[in-house]
């Protein structure tokens, strides 16, 4: 250190002279002075790393690529995972209206409010179909019993070859529910746990015990879910009228906005058709719209005249 102040102090003592300031023999007497200090240091001696037999590098890392073997095993039989392929395409209804989306291979799903569904076209491969589904929606699929149809939940896996079946999977709920129409369903959850599930059976998966339990459907003679098809028919009926049944039929609650509604006439039969298709029906004989809100359906329109 005390050689370095000596170096900047004679610099300095040579700018402060009278005469003329000589800037490359100045730079050269800089970079010897700089060359003559580096060679006084002691060099640096490369720090070696203890030996470490070839063989046991290869044991450390077969070890580690087993473990991760293991555990990555472990953790995929514990829980469905599903990614969709390239090109996805995510679903979402943004409306207040229960939507229908037709895949590649012509099934369909009735989406509620809210539900998202997310797949790609190169998941509807030569063996299989896969979609991710996050909410509520009710599947038609198309039979094919070389490519199984797989609807992926949080925590629960549903497989079927053809057929119609609901699926409660609303993120942060306390239970999911799978619901069967026609057909044969295969419900799988975490850990492996599987049932079998045929016409008006449903599978209940909670979520807090991780218990899979499966059940019969309510009768349609008491009270229908939203999602189960129904047989009404209504010759020259006001819509009130038929409001009023369909709140009966699925313990629901339907609100018309405009009171000259009421009035309208409402002249169908309705043959094994689910709430979400009677009134899209509905709505065109009497050219209104709905809304879901809730547990609550808003039927609005300019309504009808009052017949005398």
């Known amino acids: 250190m005390f050689q370095v102040d000596e170096w900047y102090a004679s610099l300095a003592a040579e700018t402060t002279t009278e005469e003329a300031f000589d800037q490359q023999e100045h730079l050269a007497r800089v970079q010897n002075e700089i060359r003559r200090l580096s060679a006084d240091e002691v060099p640096a001696v ?12 290869y044991a450390v890392a077969a070890m580690f690529l087993l473990v991760a073997g293991v555990g990555g095993y472990y953790y995929l039989s514990r829980k469905s995972v599903f990614r969709p392929g390239t090109d996805t395409i995510a679903i979402v209804n943004k409306t207040r209206q229960v939507r229908r989306h037709t895949f590649p291979d012509g099934s369909e799903a009735w989406l509620n409010p809210g539900t998202r569904i997310t797949y790609a076209k190169d998941d509807f491969r030569k063996d299989s179909r896969e979609v991710s589904l996050e909410g509520e929606a009710f599947f038609e699929v198309t039979h094919d019993a070389s490519r199984p149809f797989f609807v992926h939940g949080e925590s629960v896996q549903v497989k079927v070859l053809g057929t119609s079946f609901n699926v409660r999977a609303n993120k942060g709920e306390a239970e999911y529910a799978v619901s069967v129409v026609t057909g044969k369903v295969f419900v799988t959850a975490d850990e ?6 045929l016409p008006h059976q449903q599978a209940v998966f909670k979520v807090a015990s991780g218990e899979l339990v499966s059940a019969q459907v309510p009768e349609v003679a008491e009270k229908a879910p939203l999602w189960q098809p129904v047989s009404l028919s209504f010759s020259d009926a006001k819509l009130g009228e038929v409001v009023k049944r369909l709140e009966e039929k699925f313990d629901v609650k339907i609100r018309l906005e405009n009171p000259n509604l009421e009035n309208c006439r409402v002249k169908a039969t309705f043959d094994h058709d689910r709430l979400s298709e009677i009134l899209e029906m509905t709505m065109q004989i009497v050219d209104a719209s709905y809304q879901m809100q809730n ?3 808003l039927i609005r ?8």
């Open 46 to 57: 490369p720090l070696r790393r203890p030996a470490f037999p070839w063989f046991l590098r």
């Open 192 to 197: 492996g746990r599987e049932v079998t599930l």
């Open 295 to 297: 547990d609550e359906i």
């Open 301 to 308: 329109g300019e309504g009808c005249a009052a017949s005398e």
